[in-house]
């Protein structure tokens, strides 16, 4: 069946029509996204890893030899290591569960001026931060009000950079960090255009971190200019490919969240009762499925044909499939009649594909129209977080369960951007609630700069991340992986590759991601463990609270970082 749209264009609001695509509002909410961040490569990280961890074929650039690539060799003790090299692990000797492994240090210069924004002694990096008031935002994230200042935020990104500076290898260049605040809302191309050639023309930026939310204008107009861009909002798989070298994304992409979400269903719920529905009389009903998205452009509803595809070749069906535009105006108008449609139609399972703020509405309207399916995560944003899933119906979410690429945590202070920041600086992060979402591309960006090598441009940059193993998944922390590993049918420019499987639990208790208490939570199966594309089983162990966590007391044994002497 075709996806269809609950409304007529002509009553979308012209503000929420021209938002970009579900995979832009990624990074919405600045508070409460995991840490994303590239890591190492040492023996202990490789054993972790497993023997079977695909190799790239990709070559490491010119100069830049890793502890790990030494170590093959039989080179350690023929090389010269920076002093912040723990040669006991062969990483970054910072408390960071995630540093990077060491670069070995190179004779001679390291090429000077290599490319625009990189001169011998300096690299110039420009990092994006959102405008103090932005209208669009403050709608999505209002339920998780984040009072973190532009100030605050710049101070907080120079805090990292200035950690990263002292202790990661960068051949005899340092970091020269530029805050560029917005200039339009989150979704305003023509200003993201603009931000996008000040950046690149009137700061001379070698990279940009981070971009407006729901535009990809920015990446566009920075690729367009040969400018890097860690953390901007892309697209499809082929729209990073098309803007090779310059695009990358610590997040999966919304096409890689599809693949582990119809093998989830293809293996754990397809032809199976809904056992997990709120309403008995379809717990014993073998499960029809109901696709509930948010329709916001041509790209959505192209990833919504997709899914229909991707469910086809397993030979699964959808019953209904609905979509909606998230509009202020209008979303309980549509809660009224996306509800009624995917009830009439039988649907025992819904799969939700959107925005966070969406759910309250629509699971509140199935309540009201003791309508009780189960709900299962699809390419949602932030919906899989404790802070927004506390503000949803909790009678409809004790039902919801799913995929998902986040991670258990520590409570907030045991994190890894507070110690890491405590231990560097003598003080917590001045952004608080923003800092989690702030480490992941620096780190991600300094990783790439020493896997680089000396010759640093654009496609050096690309060819180091590329080379570089994937992590070990952790419990507290997901793969990461770029290039090709064997993981996609394309090459990746997007981080994260592992997923997890977690299941609301309305009466368990503890902090959000933001370090609220409060009641509700998601509960981790198998402790948190992680899934590589074709890995899922058919073993499904949901609303069981044995072996789940919803949050770590201290992170995981063997998960804990060393301890170094504060600088």
């Known amino acids: 069946m075709l996806p269809s749209s609950d409304g007529p264009e002509a009553d979308r609001s012209k503000l929420l029509r021209r938002w970009g695509p579900l995979a832009a509002l990624a990074v919405v909410a600045v508070i409460v996204l995991a840490v994303l961040v590239v890591g190492g490569g040492s023996d202990d990280d490789e054993e972790a890893a497993g023997d079977d961890t695909p190799a790239s074929e990709a070559e490491a650039p010119t100069g830049a030899v890793s502890w790990s690539q030494a170590e093959e060799e039989g080179t350690t003790d023929e090389l010269t290591w920076p002093e912040t090299c723990d040669q006991e692990t062969g990483r970054v000797a910072i408390p960071y569960l995630l540093a990077s492994e060491c670069y070995a240090d190179v004779e001679g210069d390291n090429g000077g001026e290599t490319s625009p924004g990189v001169t011998a002694d300096s690299i110039k990096v420009v990092a994006y931060v959102s405008p103090e008031s932005d209208p669009v935002i403050e709608y999505v994230t209002q339920a998780i009000a984040n009072d973190d200042t532009v100030e605050q935020v710049s101070e907080t990104v120079q805090g990292y950079i200035d950690i990263f500076n002292a202790t990661y290898q960068t051949y005899g260049r340092q970091v020269d960090l530029e805050i560029l605040v917005g200039t339009g809302s989150a979704n305003d191309e023509v200003a993201a255009r603009a931000d996008a050639v000040t950046a690149a023309e009137d700061m001379g930026a070698f990279a940009v971190l981070g971009g407006p939310t729901l535009t990809s204008a920015f990446a566009d107009e920075l690729a367009a200019r040969e400018v890097v861009c860690i953390g901007c909002t892309g697209g499809d798989p082929e729209f990073f490919d098309e803007r090779s070298p310059y695009l990358y994304s610590t997040g999966p992409n919304s096409d890689q969240v599809l693949i582990h979400l119809v093998e989830y269903m293809t293996k754990k719920l397809a032809g199976k009762p809904a056992e997990f529905a709120g309403d008995e009389a379809l717990t014993d009903q073998e499960r029809s499925f109901g696709y509930l998205w948010i329709e916001s452009n041509d790209t959505s509803a192209a990833q919504a044909e997709r899914f229909e595809d991707l469910l086809g070749e397993e030979g699964i069906e959808l019953t209904e499939s609905v979509s909606y535009t998230l509009d202020p105006a209008r979303l309980q108008e549509q809660a009224t009649s996306v509800i009624t449609r995917l009830k009439q139609a039988g649907v025992t399972t819904v799969v939700f594909s959107g925005d966070p703020v969406a759910p309250g509405p629509f699971?509140?309207?199935?309540?009201?129209?003791?309508?009780?399916?189960?709900?299962?995560?699809?390419?949602?944003?932030?919906?899989?977080?404790?802070?927004?899933?506390?503000?949803?119906?909790?009678?409809?979410?004790?039902?919801?369960?799913?995929?998902?690429?986040?991670?258990?945590?520590?409570?907030?202070a045991q994190r890894s951007p507070f110690v890491l920041y405590e231990w560097f600086h003598g003080e917590l992060p001045p952004a608080a609630d923003t800092s989690a979402v702030i480490v992941p591309n620096p780190s991600l960006f300094f990783s790439a700069v020493s896997a680089a090598g000396p010759e640093l441009t654009p496609e050096t940059l690309q060819a180091g991340l590329f080379a570089r193993p994937p992590t070990p998944s952790y419990e507290s922390e997901p793969s990461l992986s770029f290039g090709d590993h064997g993981f996609w049918p394309y090459p990746d420019y997007n981080g994260v590759d592992d997923v997890t499987e977690i299941w609301w639990d309305p009466e368990a208790t503890g902090e959000d991601e933001i370090g609220r208490e409060g009641t509700g939570m998601w509960r981790y199966v198998n402790g948190g463990q992680r899934y590589l594309p074709g890995e899922w089983t058919e073993d499904l162990t949901l609303f069981d609270e044995e072996g789940t966590e919803t949050i770590l007391d201290a992170p995981p044994e063997g998960e804990v970082p060393p301890e170094y002497p504060s600088p």
């Open 363 to 412: 699971t509140t309207e199935a309540t009201a129209q003791d309508f009780h399916p189960e709900w299962v995560l699809g390419p949602q944003v932030l919906v899989d977080t404790v802070a927004f899933s506390r503000t949803y119906d909790q009678e409809q979410w004790a039902h919801a369960f799913g995929p998902s690429p986040l991670t258990v945590k520590p409570d907030q």
